[in-house]
């Protein structure tokens, strides 16, 4: 499963730092459960004024992306990622770091779907 997380450019001790606002995130890493391989995008919409949710949306099921991990995110971005059929799970506030998010992924710490919004 390719999963993707919000990221900052800023890393702490080289654990990279997960960004709290999804569709102004510059980079997202793109993590794939299977490989275990973890590629870096950069956010090709920071300048658009509107419309960013559904551009992001588009690329990312573009990529087989099939999950978002996010600690907040606008209605109108869920319900574009909801239409390209990706999962959308919430973050804890607690939780900081892009590998500490990963982990509790895999070990199915998160509800399924967009229940939570």
């Known amino acids: 499963m390719r999963i993707t ?3 900052l450019e800023k890393e702490v001790n080289g654990r990279k730092l997960i960004n709290p606002h999804f569709g102004k995130s510059n980079l997202f890493a793109i993590f794939d459960t299977e490989t275990g391989n973890l590629e870096i995008l950069e956010n090709p919409t920071l300048e658009l004024q509107r419309g960013r949710g559904n551009y992001i ?3 990312f099921s573009e ?13 109108g971005a869920l319900s574009k990622l909801e239409n390209f059929e990706i999962k959308v799970y919430l973050l804890s506030q607690s939780i900081k770091f892009l590998d500490e998010a990963l982990e509790l992924f895999k070990e199915g710490k998160f509800s399924k779907g967009n229940d939570d919004f």
Do not use: M, Q, R, Y
């Open 5 to 7: 997380i919000p990221i």
């Open 57 to 59: 949306a588009k690329l």
């Open 63 to 75: 990529k087989g992306i099939e999950a978002v991990l996010v600690k907040d995110i606008g209605s």
